[in-house]
């Protein structure tokens, strides 16, 4: 299976045909899950000792599993956070595998890794954090988040007092899911904020006094949102990073969705105060445009999360010798060996342009407020609240949970949209709503009209 022989020339064919003909499709075909039963009765087996081929494998694949998928970059796909991956960046993927390069070390990935570090520079530049910031590119937010977490308690526990302590985050009810559970993977606690709306000085100054004196010890990092996932809603990011400074707390952002709308003008403003974190996640495989999966975190000073993330072993020893003539991507997160995830987003930014990412980020935020309008305009339907980035939170007026789901379930059925309900947080109840998040600037006046009635 090494060798190259009239069967992998011809696979090589059908891949790339395949590959070419998926990338450029507009609106590809809206799949849906089928139980597994259901698959294995349509396929078979397919991991035998003799295998079954590579055109019967890609036939099963191309014929039955792909069409129990949902391609996320559909244009009426507007559920959790979409993705709309350049077609420039789908391809890049391909020769990133075709490449086999390690992205663990500059010794064994420069030539990558020093791509990947262009893309970064960029990032960076868009947070405003002050010269000596950097990051590295993660499978994504989750990671992200994760490493930045390590980081911070890493630091904290530089101080001995601190050592057998366990840590303590605050954040807030609309932060993701991720950052819970990440501190369970390092065993801290985390504190919320009750609100689903912007979380601001005075919510943190107001948690910050109300703590014990043990809990006060304990506390290390706060946790803002750049962007939250349900309502693109973005913290008081100045106000917390000023209680920060004054308590000496670490000051995380997570980013993750939001982070892109830092390319876009007219609401970079909304950011400003991220330029004093001291750490901050952002989704390129989100609002960037590159294909799944790529996160990314970036510090404002690299060289506390290579004392918490380095790894020692005496097979790594060459790399920190001769190989330690660049940037280590694995000393500043979770993960050693490591796909250069970023290449993806590099070539399509060198081929584009960054005003290109500028303007396709623009239109997923005009989008939004074009859904706004015409959500107020309809009356069958009014927005829960003004749309924040690109996500709109609405409410069909007369409608229950059940109503919600089962039209969601129906727009999916019929191939035509994957559009979700969601909740959201009004004083201490929790109403079922739904919700539309652009991304996809292929997303058209049309579409939205089109899903607004299909809730009549
Ligand atoms: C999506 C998201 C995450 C998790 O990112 P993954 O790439 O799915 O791991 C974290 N935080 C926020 C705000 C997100 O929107």
């Known amino acids: ?21 998926r990338i450029t499709m507009i609106s590809p075909e809206l799949g849906k899950p089928k139980k597994e039963e259901e698959l294995k009765a349509l396929v078979g087996e397919t991991v035998t000792p003799k295998g079954i081929g590579g055109e019967k494998a890609f036939q ?120 819970k559970s990440m501190a369970k993977v390092i065993d801290a606690d985390v504190l919320l ?58 000051f995380h952002v997570d980013a993750a969705y939001g982070g892109g709308a830092l390319a876009a003008d007219s609401v970079r403003h909304l950011f400003n105060g991220i330029e004093r974190a001291d750490s901050i996640t952002i989704d390129p495989h989100k609002w960037l445009f590159s294909p799944y999966d790529c996160g990314a975190i970036i510090y404002k000073n690299p060289e506390l999360a290579k004392e918490a993330h380095a790894q020692e072993g005496s097979y790594l020893d060459i790399f920190k010798d001769e190989g330690a003539q660049g940037f280590n991507p694995s000393d500043y997160q979770i993960q050693l060996t490591r796909r250069v995830r970023g290449l993806p987003l590099w070539f399509s930014l060198a081929m584009h342009g960054t005003d290109k990412y500028k303007w396709a980020v623009e239109e997923g935020i005009n989008l939004a407020n ?71 600037p292929d997303t058209t006046e049309a579409d939205i009209i089109a899903i607004l009635d299909s809730m009549k």
């Open 193 to 250: 904020i009750e609100t689903e709306d912007c979380m601001t000085k005075a919510d943190l100054e107001a948690k910050i006094i109300s703590l014990t004196p043990h809990e006060r010890k304990r506390l290390f990092a706060v946790v803002a949102t750049g962007g939250t996932t349900n309502a693109g809603i973005i913290d008081d990011l100045s106000g917390i990073a000023d209680a920060c400074e004054k308590e000496n707390l670490w």
């Open 60 to 179: 099963l694949f191309k014929d039955v599993l792909i069409k129990a998928t949902v391609p996320i970059d559909h244009p009426r796909h507007l559920a959790f956070v979409p993705a709309s991956p350049t077609r420039a960046s789908i391809m890049f993927d391909l020769v990133t595998s075709a490449s086999s390069i390690h992205g663990a070390y500059w010794m064994e990935g420069a030539g990558g890794i020093f791509c990947e570090n262009e893309a970064m520079k960029w990032l960076v530049s868009l947070t405003g954090l002050p010269k000596g910031a950097f990051g590295v590119f993660t499978s994504g937010g989750t990671a992200a988040n994760l490493s930045a977490m390590v980081t911070a308690r890493e630091n904290w526990r530089k101080d001995e007092n601190n050592v057998g302590e366990k840590g303590l985050i605050i954040t807030s009810i609309g932060a993701h899911s991720s950052v």
């Open 1 to 21: 299976m090494h060798n190259i022989d009239m069967d992998s020339v011809e696979m090589t064919l059908d891949v790339m045909k395949y590959a070419l003909n």
């Open 370 to 440: 074009l859904a706004g309008r015409l959500i107020s305009e309809t009356e069958h339907v009014e927005l829960v609240r003004a749309p924040s980035l690109s996500c709109v939170v609405f409410r069909r007026k007369g409608w229950s949970p059940d109503d919600y789901r089962n039209w969601t379930y129906k727009n999916h059925r019929d191939g035509f949209a994957l559009v979700t309900p969601t909740k959201w947080r009004s004083g201490d109840t929790y109403e079922t709503v739904s919700r539309m998040c652009f991304i996809n």
